[in-house]
C-alpha cells in the first residue's frame, strides 16, 4: 500500500480442513474477520463477522473444519494457507479425553476414579507445545469443562512472566489475541529463564504447585474430572529430560504428549512402560510451528514483561512509587556458602546451598530488575509461597537510602518479602 493510505484488502477462502498461516508484520498489526463459514484459532472459534485485531509479531493459523472465507488486510510478514495439519490427530486426543472426564464426573465419590486426565505436552522448543496446549485447553472450555492450565515452561510462559511456573483454571476458550487471562493464577517465581541456574530450586517449586493443586482438587469435583493440561519446557536433553520425568512423577499425568520427537517418545515409553496408568502418545508437529531464534525470544520475553506493566495495547498505567531501603526485605534463593569457610573443616570447600534464602543488600545493581512480591507473612514462609505480582526497579538512590519502582497498580504491596533472580527488563 502506498505510505499514508491504509493497506489493501484480500479475501481468502480456505477448503474444509485447511488452515491459512499467518506472520503479523514486525511494525504494523493486523486487521482481519470471517466473512463466512466457521473457523478456530488454536481451538478458539472466531466470531463470525467481528474485526479482530493482532499485534505485531504475532504467529499464528486460522483453521476450519468445513470451510471458510477470511477478509484480511495485505500487509503481513507472510500469509499462506496449507493443507496438511495434524489437527484430526489432535482433535482425536482431545475426544479421548473427553470421554475420560465425562468417565470422572460419573464416579465423583470414588478418589481414583473421579480424577480427570492429566495431560503433560512434551518436545522440543518449536514443537508446538504451547499451541497444543492451548487447543486442548479450548476444546474442553468449549464443552463446558473448567481444565486447569498448568506452564512449566519458565522460558516462555503463556500464564505470566518468564522466570515463573504457574497454575490457571482456563474457564472459557482461550482469547486468540489477549491469550489467558491475568486474573487469579497461582504463580511461582524461580528468577530465571533456564533451570540449570538452580535445578533443586526448579523441582522444589514445580512440587510446591502440584501439592497446591492437589488440595484444591480435593475440594473441587467439576475442576478435578476436567483434568489438567501440563505444558513443559523445550529442554528434553541430560538435565531437562530428568525434569520432564520430576514433573511427569510430581503431577502424576495420565497421559504424555510428545511432539516431533521420536528419540524422546521411545525413551519415555520405555521408562513409563512400569506405570500401565500413563500413556505415551507421539503427535506429528505441525508444519505451521514457526522456529524462533534466540534474539526473538529475548525479544519476546522482554514483550510479556512490557505487558504485565503496560497491557497488551498499552492500555494500563502502572504506578509508579518511593519506598525506604527498610521498608523492603530483598531475597535471592541459592548461592552463597551455607557456611563461612572459617567454620568449615579445615581443607574443607564451602558448598553453595541451592536452597538458602540469602538477604540482598539494595544498592545501584538493583537497578532494572524485576522482583517478585511474595505472598510470605514471615520470613521462613517465603521458599514455599506463591507470588502476588512483580515491580520493576527504576531507581536507587544510595544517599537517600530511597528505592523507585514501577508496579501494576498503586498502593502498598501485598508483602515486604521480594524475590530476585536474574530478570530484569529495559524500557523499549
Ligand atoms: P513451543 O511451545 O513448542 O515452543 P509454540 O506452540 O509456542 O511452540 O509455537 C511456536 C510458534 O509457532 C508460536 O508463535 C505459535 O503461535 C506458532 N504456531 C504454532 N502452530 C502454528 C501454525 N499451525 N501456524 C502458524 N503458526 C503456528
Redo the contacts with the bound molecule.
Sequence with gaps: AASGSSPAMKQVKLEKES?L??EVSFNSSLRLRLLNGTAEI?GTEMPPENWLIFPPR????IFTWYGATIEMQDNTETDYVADE?PMISYVNVHAVLEGRRNRAKASPSDSDASQGPRVIVV??????????SRMLLSWAAKQGWKPTFVDL?IG?GSITLPGCIAASPIEMPIDPVEGIPLEMPLVYFFGHNTPTVNADLYRVLVKELAQILERQFAGNPESRAAGMVI?TM?FIDGLGYDLLLHAIDTFQATVVLV?GQEKLCSMLKDVLKRKPNVDVVKLQK?G???S?NSKFRASARSQRIREYFYGLSNDLSPHSSIANFNDLSIYKVGGGPQAPASALPIGAQPVADPMRLVPVNINRDLLNLVLAVSFAKEQDQILSSNIAGFIWITDIDIPRKKITYLAPSGGELPSKFLLMGSLTWIET
Design positions: 488452515e498461516r499467518i488454536f504475532m504467529k499464528f493459523a495439519t518436545g522440543p522448543t518449536d514443537s508446538g507445545k504451547s499451541t497444543l515452561d516462555q505444558n523445550g511432539l505441525s505451521g510451528v514457526v524462533r
